[in-house]
């Protein structure tokens, strides 16, 4: 039996925690050889995948303390065009065409963000990975990964995290916790539910994108979601 994706386009947002694996900072080469495995996995199936990428493994803005916000935002954005070209090669290193898109221009490192070229990357089958955020402080890569999925018209955001859905409390502190296996993005508000930011959130219900929260260290989890399997939680119009 073939297996039939759900999904033409994703934007896959990745955590720069996720990048670090179990070390926490850093990265750890197991889990981007297997990231990479697994996207190429899923464009072989016709799956066009964009990347947007954190840099929480590397520097996060709100660790500058006494630090000004804009300038520790900038530097967050620097992490993340680190973690952009650390998974760009990997990919590459697997046979795999990618492009880094930047939304600061660095034209020795990576190509300036344009809609219409990342489009056209797409199309053609290569990964494109954005980086630096939206190029604003103060604007999380949450809220990059719900812009860049409303630019490119992407049918999902597949949200892989260090943990395997959303709970109504963080299960790493209450045993107690319960799974949510659906939600509406009012409920995700409402609730105040640390999926991603309010403003990411808003900006997927304004138009319409649902998302896929899962776990990142069980293997072909990235897959699974593309084929529309039950994993995690899906956050949707109610």
Not at 106 to 118: H, S
Not at 198 to 203: M, R
Request: proline share 2%; net charge neutral; with cysteine.
């Amino acid at each position: 039996m073939i297996e039939k994706p759900v999904y033409s386009r994703v934007v896959l947002k990745l955590s720069g925690e996720a990048l670090a694996g179990k070390q926490g900072h850093g990265f750890d080469h197991e889990v981007l050889s297997q990231i990479a495995d697994e996207v190429i996995e899923i464009c072989n199936l016709g799956v066009q995948v964009a990347i947007v990428v954190g840099g929480g493994n590397i520097w996060r803005g709100r660790s500058g303390i006494g630090m000004d916000r804009t300038t520790a935002d900038h530097m967050g954005m620097l992490a993340t065009v680190i973690n952009a070209l650390a998974l760009q090669d990997a990919l590459e290193s697997k046979g795999m065409q990618t492009r880094v898109q930047t939304a600061i221009e660095m034209r020795q490192i990576a190509e300036l963000y344009i809609r219409r070229r990342a489009i056209r990357h797409l199309e053609k089958g290569r990964v494109v990975i954005f980086a630096s955020g939206t190029g604003n402080p103060y604007f999380s890569t949450d809220t990059t990964a719900a812009l860049r999925a409303a630019e490119i018209e992407a049918d999902v955001i597949l949200l892989a995290k260090n943990i395997d859905a959303v709970y109504d409390d963080d299960p790493r502190k209450n045993p107690n916790a319960k799974r949510l296996s659906k939600l509406s993005y009012i409920d995700v508000l409402n609730r105040g539910l640390a999926v991603m930011d309010s403003t990411a959130i808003t900006l997927c219900m304004d138009n319409k994108i649902p998302i896929q929260v899962f776990g990142l260290e069980s293997r072909n989890n990235i897959k699974a979601a593309v084929l529309g399997k039950e994993i995690g939680t899906i956050i949707k119009e109610g």
